[in-house]
């Protein structure tokens, strides 16, 4: 997470994403279910509902003036809470 966080703060968005959507993630940041469980290998599971809510009130929580998108200094009062 710290490299990530770094890598964030730099400017490179492109290195984070590259993971996450390997990972099955999307531009959402939703899970990708996947019926087809012929990749045994990298197996992709799915948020519920519930989790996925639970994130969004958190991320709403911390953006502050609402715009949709987390400042660094938003970041900084999310990341500092835990």
């Known amino acids: 997470v710290f490299l990530h ?3 964030i703060e730099r400017g490179r968005l492109e290195t984070t994403w590259a ?3 390997t ?4 531009k959402t940041l939703d899970l990708a279910i996947v019926t087809d469980k012929s990749d045994a290998v990298h197996p992709k599971v ?3 509902q519930r989790a996925n809510a639970y994130f ?11 715009d949709g998108v987390l400042s660094p ?3 900084d009062q999310l990341f500092g809470s835990f």
Do not use: M, R
């Open 5 to 7: 966080a770094l890598f």
């Open 19 to 21: 993971v996450l959507t």
């Open 73 to 75: 200094k938003e970041q």
């Open 23 to 26: 990972f099955g993630y999307g």
């Open 46 to 48: 799915g948020l519920s």
């Open 56 to 66: 969004g009130e958190i991320f709403d929580a911390f953006d502050a003036d609402g």
